[in-house]
């Protein structure tokens, strides 16, 4: 156990929906970064958060936003959403979000969209 | 730019055979970081190792053990006397760049140990 939680374990929904994925770091841990694992596309970064700022953004769609509250935790936003939005979505938190950092990851959100 | 290349897709062992996972990586820094995940048919991916570039010491932790060299830009991982239970996915990544902060997967690796 990595001390990362993420719910829900499982999500599905069908195509136009918008979906929230939420995410709680391990404690301790001021950033937290979030990744799409696909068949075809592999695990990506979309975006990661510092201390509720945005840090760096990496494949994320306009579709998909995301925030930190100042509790820390995380949530995901997903709209209109697209067979292809089907994927495992992780969250990972780290102390600092620096390269000497090492990403504890959650156990994932699965979004199975229709 | 970086990138990180698992050549081989699927291993398949029989037990107690020792099995070596496959990690070459591409980036400009000097200064950068590996990283090695399993992630078993549960689906969670669970940290390894991590090794920094100006630290090429190879390490064994149980039954793992590692092999970087920076000449060659590889990133080995080895398992003795495998189990069913290491079954998995293996994924290397790579850490590089001043102003980056994601990681950068491969592929991954997917390891069948049969009984």
């Known amino acids: ?114 | 730019a970086q990138k990180v290349t698992q050549a081989q897709t699927e291993i398949s062992v029989v037990e107690k055979e020792d099995v070596t996972l496959d990690c070459v990586y591409e980036t400009r820094d000097t200064t950068y970081y590996l990283f090695w995940y399993k992630q078993p048919p549960s689906g969670e991916l669970v940290f390894l190792i991590r090794r920094n570039s100006f630290d090429e010491q190879n390490e064994i932790s149980g039954r793992y053990s590692w092999n970087f060299q920076k000449s060659t830009s590889s990133f080995n991982f080895t398992i003795t006397a495998s189990q069913v239970v290491d079954s998995a996915v293996y994924f290397c990544a790579l850490y590089s760049g001043a102003g980056s902060y994601q990681l950068t997967f491969g592929k991954g690796t997917k390891l069948s140990v049969i009984p």
């Open chain 1, 1 to 114: 156990d990595s001390g990362v939680t993420q719910t829900p374990k499982h999500l599905i929904t069908a195509t136009g929906q918008r979906v929230t994925l939420r995410c709680s770091p391990r404690s301790g841990d001021l950033s937290v970064y979030w990744y799409q694992q696909s068949l075809d596309q592999g695990l990506q970064f979309l975006i990661q958060y510092y201390n509720g700022e945005e840090r760096a953004k990496g494949n994320i769609l306009e579709r998909f936003s995301a925030q930190q509250f100042p509790d820390l935790h995380s949530e995901l936003n997903l709209s209109s959403l697209e067979l292809g939005d089907s994927a495992l979505y992780f969250c990972a938190s780290s102390v600092q979000g620096a390269r000497t950092d090492t990403q504890y990851f959650g156990p994932g959100t699965r979004l199975t969209v229709l």
